[in-house]
């Protein structure tokens, strides 16, 4: 069965400083990873996704991901954080060994910046 | 790129009550839908998904049920609501026009709709 862990429920950055948001993978096959951003009572946004090739992805507002696949993982980073930048952040992952209809999220991490 | 509408947005009702929320999507045809429920702001569960009319998958076992009557419209129900099912729902729909693959395509959400149940 496809599962998405995100190990921190919250993380907590100054201004200015670097940014990771963790996220582990856990699917038969070769995965398609997302992370989406949710903004409060708000549906969620595409941020960027791998589909396979380079390991690392760039996608909306500054943010990139690293796919490594010996570590099963895809954690979200972005270089220097704005206060902006604080939201929900989800991962996801989808096989098309389960007929690549089902996009399984995982439990969000929320992302605090400080001016 | 399609848009997805859903109502109502916000709906408070009591418990026994019976549940309806509506989504229907612009921009695409014959789409797979998704019903997510977000709990206390938090991760989101797939509760539905289909992949045609009349066709609906379960993903939990629970209060709840689907249906698809048109090629763009799905629909959440209960008969009798219970305090658990007070959450935030949205419905999700692929983007195809964005990859060859159907897995890669990214998933183009509702602006939710908000139940709480008293």
Same mark, same amino acid.
């Not at chain 1, 993380?11 to 200015?16: M, R």
């Not at chain 2, 549940?19 to 612009?26: A, F, Q, R």
């Not at chain 2, 935030?88 to 060859?100: K, R």
């Given at each position: 069965?496809?599962?998405?862990?995100?190990?921190?429920?919250?993380?907590?950055?100054?201004?200015?400083?670097?940014?990771?948001?963790?996220?582990?993978?856990?699917?038969?096959?070769?995965?398609?990873?997302?992370?989406?951003?949710?903004?409060?009572?708000?549906?969620?946004?595409?941020?960027?996704?791998y589909i396979t090739g380079d390991n690392l992805v760039k996608g909306?507002?500054?943010?990139?991901?690293?796919?490594?696949?010996?570590?099963?993982s895809f954690h979200l980073k972005k270089p220097s954080a704005l206060v902006s930048d604080s939201a929900l952040y989800f991962c996801a992952v989808r096989s098309l060994n389960t007929g690549g209809?089902?996009?399984i999220f995982g439990a969000g991490t929320r992302l605090f910046v400080k001016a | 790129s399609q848009t997805i509408h859903q109502w109502p947005a916000t709906l408070v009702q009591p418990v026994g009550s019976p549940?309806?929320?509506?989504?229907?999507?612009?921009g695409t045809s014959n789409p797979n %839908?998704? &019903?997510?429920? /977000? +709990?206390?702001?938090?991760?989101? /569960?797939?509760?539905?998904?289909?992949?045609?009319i009349g066709q609906i998958s379960s993903e939990v076992p629970q209060n709840l049920s689907a249906s698809r009557p048109q090629d763009r419209q799905f629909i959440l129900?209960?008969?009798?609501?219970?305090?658990?099912?007070?959450g935030?729902?949205?419905? +999700?729909?692929?983007? &195809?026009? /964005?990859?060859?693959l159907s897995g890669a395509n990214? %998933?183009?959400?509702? +602006?939710?709709?908000? %139940?709480?149940?008293?």
């Open positions: 069965a496809q599962s998405v862990a995100q190990p921190e429920d919250q993380v907590n950055v100054a201004e200015g400083n670097p940014l990771t948001v963790k996220c582990t993978y856990s699917v038969s096959g070769n995965p398609y990873l997302f992370w989406y951003v949710q903004y409060p009572n708000r549906g969620l946004q595409f941020l960027l996704k909306s507002y500054g943010f990139e991901a690293e796919f490594n696949k010996s570590q099963t209809f089902k996009t | 549940l309806s929320l509506e989504c229907t999507v612009e %839908l998704y &019903w997510y429920r /977000q +709990a206390a702001g938090r991760g989101l /569960q797939l509760l539905f998904y289909s992949v045609g129900s209960s008969k009798k609501l219970l305090l658990s099912d007070s935030f729902y949205l419905c +999700a729909c692929p983007e &195809w026009g /964005q990859g060859i990214v %998933l183009t959400f509702g +602006a939710g709709s908000r %139940l709480t149940v008293l």
